[in-house]
């Protein structure tokens, strides 16, 4: 882990803000970097998206303008993107950020790009081969999943013990891993984590009940609907629905896509927007709850951002600490 003090003497940790959609965390990150004169790095698995905007809550062009943004609109929506490929563009942006002698304010709410930052997991240049991967769904379709189980027990009784057999995905994956490269995926992951994070990091997560947050986000999805979400679905589905690209399964359009296809009506489909955010949403309160975090409490309206903010740098310059602003 690397020392903040060359760059940034005041602070001893880089923060994470991150939470379930809706939750505030972008307008926090926003004043928290026009306060420090920091700059942000998006954490979010489809703002990397050029031309998916409104339905990815993109910082607006006046936000942009303000305060530098990083990990935005870098990729066409045809492509691909990995984890790996975040967290070593991410790092590389966080460094830049730090040469300047400027905070980097992580931001966003995809928890597999935070937990890859937050724990410094490093991919190697090896992947799980698609070959043996397919392979392994053939025998799945064939014989099920019990030999397969049985197999990743006796290579990889850790591993076997962890995964639910019925969890098809994960069981399938852990032994192609076994397969493919000859290491066990137990020991791949703890070789994926022996060096650690490579700055000190501290998440915060904006925290408010949970009827508060559904509210929020049923009133997101109507606006962005107003904003003109629709028509952008639209060109999503026009200029890729023959790529199969990952994109085309983020929530906001895909649930659009049998309206523009004239098999369901409209408000049935914003509805479905909806319904799968606050899922997500749940998902993701999950997601972050098992992860080391401090909340900041916006239960109460009458909540200060400079209270907020304050309460951040504090804990930034000396420490962890719970941040409730009762």
């Known amino acids: 882990m690397k020392d903040l003090s060359q760059y940034l003497p005041e602070y001893r940790f880089l923060p994470?803000?991150?939470?379930?959609t809706a939750s505030g965390k972008s307008d926090i990150a926003m004043h928290l970097a026009e306060k420090t004169g920091g700059e942000i790095v998006s954490c979010d698995?489809?703002?990397?998206?050029?031309?998916?905007?409104?339905?990815?809550?993109?910082?607006?062009?006046e936000d942009q303008a303000a305060v530098p943004h990083h990990m935005i609109d870098i990729v066409d929506p045809s492509v691909s993107y990995s984890v790996s490929d975040y967290s070593s563009e991410a790092v590389s942006e966080i460094e830049d950020i730090l040469s300047r002698g400027r905070l980097p304010i992580i931001c966003g709410g995809t928890?597999?790009?935070?937990?890859?930052?937050?724990?410094?997991?490093?991919?190697?240049?090896?992947?799980?081969?698609?070959?043996?991967?397919?392979?392994?769904?053939?025998?799945?379709?064939?014989e099920g999943i019990d030999g397969i189980y049985e197999e990743l027990s006796k290579a990889d009784p850790e591993a076997a013990a962890k995964i639910h057999?019925?969890?098809?995905?994960r069981v399938i994956r852990a032994y192609a891993v076994y397969l493919d490269s000859g290491v066990t995926f137990t020991e791949k992951n703890k070789r994926s984590h022996s060096e650690g994070p490579s700055y000190p990091f501290m998440i915060f997560c904006p925290d408010m009940p949970r009827d508060i947050l559904y509210d929020r986000i049923n009133r997101r999805v109507d606006n962005m609907v107003e904003q003109g979400l629709v028509e952008e679905a639209r060109w999503l589905l026009t200029n890729y629905e023959k790529t199969g690209a990952t994109a085309l399964q983020a929530i906001g359009y895909k649930e659009l896509f049998p309206y523009l296809n004239n098999e369901r009506d409209?408000?049935?489909?914003i509805y479905e927007i909806?319904?799968?955010s606050r899922h997500y949403a749940k998902r993701q309160l999950s997601?972050?709850?098992y992860m080391s975090k401090n909340d900041i409490d916006?239960?109460?309206?009458?909540?200060?951002?400079?209270?907020?903010l304050g309460q951040l740098e504090k804990s930034l310059k000396f420490g962890p600490k719970k941040i409730f602003l009762l």
């Open 266 to 269: 409209l408000d049935s489909c």
């Open 111 to 142: 928890g597999q790009y935070v937990s890859a930052l937050f724990n410094g997991t490093k991919f190697g240049e090896d992947t799980d081969s698609d070959s043996v991967i397919n392979e392994l769904y053939e025998r799945f379709d064939s």
């Open 165 to 169: 057999p019925n969890n098809t995905r």
């Open 274 to 276: 909806k319904l799968n």
């Open 287 to 289: 997601w972050f709850r």
């Open 16 to 20: 994470i803000i991150a939470g379930p």
């Open 298 to 308: 916006l239960s109460k309206s009458d909540k200060s951002m400079v209270e907020i």
């Open 45 to 61: 698995s489809m703002q990397i998206y050029k031309g998916l905007d409104i339905g990815t809550a993109k910082p607006t062009k």
